[in-house]
T-cell receptor, first 111, second 114 residues
Framework: QKEVEQDPGPLSVPEGAIVSLNCTYS??????FMWYRQYSRKGPELLMY????GNKEDGRFTAQVDKSSKYISLFIRDSQPSDSATYLC???????????FGKGTTLSVSS | GAGVSQSPSNKVTEKGKDVELRCDPI?????LYWYRQRLGQGLEFLIY????????KSGLPSDRFSAERTGESVSTLTIQRTQQEDSAVYLC????????????FGPGTRLTVL
């Protein structure tokens, strides 16, 4: 079992839809949870970062961490065609330096 | 301010040749990381540098891979005797010291081994 599992999709939604992206993980030592957005042929861009459990909101984006279920989510409200990208979840142990990534979910938002 | 830069953006090489990939971190970022992204896969950690400390090489897949960093500036990743399975995008990231939770990535070098 990989440490971080993420459904690769693709996920296609119409403009304005609410999008839910998820990852599960197996290592209970993970304390830092990140979501990166990667456009085609570009490097990943940090979107959201959460420490331990809880929710975090930033504009149209909400990140949730449920450590009891080892499950993290990213919600995108009022999705836009410009949100079309691959979304990568990443995690880190308390004292670790390496980020452990999921495979990424490819999202397409049609206008 | 400039972000992380990498060169070349694309590299095509023949099997068995050596390649060198370059990374220029964000100014003031003392931590530097290399990752590999194979097609359809997540990023895999390769190596981590922090200042003048010994690097964490735990992610390097074989002894054909090596990396150097001079002080807190440019880093080079070298792959010797390249194999077709080395074909991937090689991504560099940097962060402030102790802030591995906030890594900023470069655009990557797309390596194709024929």
């Amino acid at each position: 079992q990989k440490e971080v599992e993420q459904d690769p999709g693709p996920l296609s939604v119409p403009e304005g839809a609410i999008v839910s992206l998820n990852c599960t993980y197996s290592n209970s030592a993970f304390q830092y949870f990140m979501w990166y957005r990667q456009y085609s042929r570009k490097g990943p861009e940090l979107l959201m970062y959460t420490y331990s459990s809880g929710n975090k909101e930033d504009g149209r984006f909400t990140a949730q961490v449920d450590k009891s279920s080892k499950y993290i989510s990213l919600f995108i409200r009022d999705s836009q065609p410009s949100d079309s990208a691959t979304y990568l979840c990443a995690m880190k142990r308390e004292a670790g330096t390496a980020l452990i990534f999921g495979k990424g979910t490819t999202l397409s938002v049609s206008s | 301010g400039a972000g992380v830069s990498q060169s070349p953006s694309n590299k095509v090489t023949e099997k068995g040749k050596d390649v060198e990939l370059r990374c220029d971190p964000i100014s003031g970022h003392t931590a530097l990381y290399w990752y590999r992204q194979r097609l359809g896969q997540g990023l895999e950690f390769l190596i981590y540098f922090q200042g003048n400390s010994a690097p964490d090489k735990s992610g390097l897949p074989s002894d054909r891979f090596s990396a150097e960093r001079t002080g807190e500036s440019v880093s080079t990743l070298t792959i010797q005797r390249t194999q077709q399975e080395d074909s991937a995008v090689y991504l560099c990231a940097s962060s402030l010291a102790g802030r591995a939770d906030t890594q900023y990535f470069g655009p990557g070098t797309r390596l194709t081994v024929l």
